[in-house]
């Protein structure tokens, strides 16, 4: 009977001459009807102290359950008093855990950000990655690159033990880590390259050798080839920026306007004017538009030429279905889509030169140049 | 035409209705240009259509192509389009890519654009339409 105790002092009397009265008198039992049909009042009393409070309901419940566990020791005139003093005892006991749990919360407050779980997995991953990539050097590579990067040896002592000059161990090392660079990157992905031209072409990327790059045909590789393209993404964002090359992906139609745009802006600087901007613009456009319309996928790159004339070269490739008929689609008039037929002839007559480059099944590659004419 | 700033406006005087190209189109933009315009012809029971693409600093195969295309389809629904504003630019790299309004009339700007189409609908009253 704790109820008794806790109850206020206007109910406290009736509920203990309640009890007592039980005592005397055990039999005469409550209904179970009865106690349900106290939950409206019960809930009035309820919403009266707390609103809407989200366990509002809880607590009627939890009363109702009280009341029908006692009604066996309750004489029924007593029924609604005792249930009076059950809710009031309800919520005092919530109010009471509410106040503790709020006075103690800063002590559950723990200011460290908890590990992502799979933070250590990574790690571990990456570790085993670099080791793979590491063995997988040859074994004088890897000494030079642990004596310079690790022991901190510098080139020339080096170049002396080695019989070779700082100049020539710089630049090995500098291929070295273009090469553990790929490696790590096949050894984390778990990719082995598909074809033999893909370790090439990565380290030519990697290493940022250009000249190497148009050897290998690079950049049409990293177009027909899905993990080549993958791989490639981080080695090329690592590879300084250049200000005279632009490169625009090619796959929907805004993409013909960026392209044409950013063609205007590197001809300008260049030093084309007036209407060659707008040629080289249009040219663009037209090419942009076959990749899009033929090949669904690709990248103009729009290049500042410095000599052995100043011009700017634009050179459109996609891994598309190809042109089986070059001939035919560089005639006036030719055409597959519901075009003019001008695309092809039409950039031809924009510009001074042009090439084009096209292997059914592999893809087609344009290239083209407006020359700078020489200021008298 | 629904985000962002309109790309085209659509301005009704009269009987004629002036769209005025404001920023380079993309291939489905054009198309959805010529819609637009053909629809409005209907709505508006237009006699004459001025296209002024002054803004433009490329009109490639697909836009010449459309500008006819918008001019054809105006010219069945009763309506004569003129194209004005092309900078000497897109003159010239027209020239060059073989491409151009064809039989679409030209005028220089919009004033030469609306006298090309009062002429046109009263010949008695000044010089030849084209």
């Known amino acids: ?376 | 035409m629904n985000d962002g700033p309109a790309l085209v406006s659509i301005l009704r005087q009269g009987d004629t209705l002036v769209a005025s190209v404001h920023t380079a189109l993309d291939d489905s933009e054009m198309v959805r240009f010529q819609e637009d315009l053909v629809r409005q012809i209907g709505e508006h029971r237009a006699r004459g259509v001025i296209i002024d693409v002054a803004a433009l600093d490329v009109l490639d195969s697909f836009g010449s192509r459309t500008l006819r295309t918008i001019a054809e389809m105006a010219r069945l629904r009763g309506a004569l389009t003129v194209i004005v504003g092309i900078q000497p630019a897109v003159a010239y790299a027209m020239v060059r890519l073989g491409t151009g309004p064809g039989e679409v009339p030209t005028a220089l700007d919009l004033e030469e654009g609306l006298a090309h189409l009062a002429r046109a609908r009263d010949p008695g009253g000044g010089g030849s339409v084209r």
């Open chain 1, 1 to 376: 009977m704790q109820v008794l105790g806790l109850a206020s002092s206007l109910v406290d009397d009736t509920v203990l001459d309640g009890s007592r009265h039980h005592r005397r008198t055990s039999g005469t039992p409550v209904d179970g009807t009865a106690v349900a049909d106290l939950e409206p009042m019960l809930r009035r009393i309820v919403v009266a102290r707390l609103g809407d409070h989200p366990a509002a309901e809880d607590l009627v419940q939890e009363t109702l359950v009280r009341v029908l566990d006692a009604r066996d020791r309750i004489e029924p005139r007593m029924l609604e008093p005792y249930a009076i003093a059950t809710v009031r005892n309800v919520m005092a006991t919530m109010w009471r855990a509410e106040g503790r749990e709020e006075r103690n919360r800063h002590r559950a407050h723990d200011p460290g950000v908890p590990d992502p779980a799979d933070a250590h997995l990574l790690e571990e991953e990456e570790r085993l990655a670099l080791r793979t990539a590491v063995g997988r050097l040859d074994r004088d590579e890897r000494a030079a690159l642990v004596a310079h990067d690790v022991d901190g040896q510098d080139t020339r002592s080096l170049a002396e033990e080695a019989g070779s000059t700082a100049g020539a161990v710089a630049a090995r090392l500098s291929r070295t880590r273009a090469r553990l660079r790929v490696e790590y990157l096949l050894a984390l992905e778990q990719v082995e390259p598909p074809t033999e031209r893909c370790r090439s072409v990565l380290l030519a990327v990697s290493a940022a050798d250009r000249r190497r790059q148009r050897e290998l045909g690079a950049a049409q590789h990293l177009l027909e080839c899905e993990d080549c393209g993958r791989l490639s993404v981080p080695l090329l964002r690592r590879a300084p920026a250049r200000d005279d090359e632009t490169r625009v992906a090619i796959s929907a139609d805004p993409d013909i306007v960026t392209a044409r745009r950013a063609a205007r802006a590197v001809a300008a600087r260049a030093g084309l004017t007036g209407a060659d901007l707008t040629l080289v613009a249009t040219a663009v456009s037209e090419v942009a538009r076959n990749i899009v319309r033929f090949a669904v996928q690709g990248e103009v790159v729009i290049e500042l030429l410095d000599g052995p004339r100043p011009g700017v070269r634009i050179v459109a490739r996609d891994a598309g279905p190809g042109i089986a008929d070059l001939e035919q689609a560089q005639r006036d008039g030719y055409s597959t889509c519901a075009g003019l037929g001008l695309g092809l002839p039409g950039a031809r007559r924009l510009m001074d030169d042009f090439d084009i480059v096209s292997t059914p099944g592999q893809g087609t590659t344009v290239s083209m140049t407006k020359w700078i004419p020489r200021r008298t």
